[in-house]
């Protein structure tokens, strides 16, 4: 799979999307990201897995935690492929746009 | 000038607004009529749309054929499931790349607004995967929505 398979993929699941939705606040611990969903460490540490293997989160070592954030490298090349495709839309109705321009009413 | 929006909903379904300055009848005719829809609904620049099918009847048949002339191309095909002139069309599509893809089960409404219309398109996806899968290789009919922006990451 391509690097954007594997980020599309992790994002089809709505607890990882909430994860990342977390962490666009800042850096947050297992602990702290199982407490708003009714999930056990074990298993938010799998979808952070997950997250991590398609790089759009990077954990560190603090003691005995492992903080994740955002992976900024990892998230950019999603970002700009979706904002290619927004355009290919955006681009359909501009020209729809000019085509009613020159369509005549049917009277 | 009008702004298309974009959003996801649920887990299953993507809106997407667009204001137009022309009446309802007439949006309603650029995407019905083959002839309408082949100058206009072909994605990223260079497209073209050479095989264009739009039997606008309840079961009538939906063929979108695509190339870029570099060797390229696609295709769409669907069925009509409900039209209401001009309000509104339901419809099912699926993507042949070249497996299709799960069916997109899609609601256009053209709402009078002042002089113009509002499109409105509501898209079903069977399930979250799929729609995530369509969002990563909606191509030429460029349906996406940024999950990054959307879900307030960025």
Sequence with gaps: ?107 | MAKMTLKTEGDTHVVVTRRFAAPPEAVYRAHTDPKLIQQWLLGPEGWTMPVCISEAHPNGRIRYEWINGKGAGFHVTGEYLELEPFSRIVHVERMHLPDPTPDNHIETRFDADGEGTLLTLRMTLPDAETRAKMLATGMERGMEASYVRLEGMI
């Excluded at chain 1, 969903?37 to 540490?45: G, H």
């Excluded at chain 1, 398609?54 to 903080?67: E, N, S």
């Design chain 1, 1 to 107: 799979m391509s690097t954007l398979d594997t980020a599309f993929s992790a994002l089809s699941d709505p607890t990882r999307r909430a994860i990342l939705a977390r962490l666009a606040q800042g850096e947050a611990t297992v602990m702290e990201l199982a407490k708003p969903f009714e999930m056990t460490q074990p298993a938010i540490s799998r979808h952070l897995k997950v997250l991590e293997t398609a790089g759009l989160i990077v954990r560190r070592v603090d003691g005995t935690k492992r903080p994740c954030r955002l992976a900024k490298a990892g998230i950019e090349p999603i970002d700009q492929w979706l904002a290619m495709l927004r355009e290919a839309l955006a681009k359909n109705y501009d020209r729809l746009d000019s085509v009613l321009a020159n369509m005549k009413p049917e009277k």
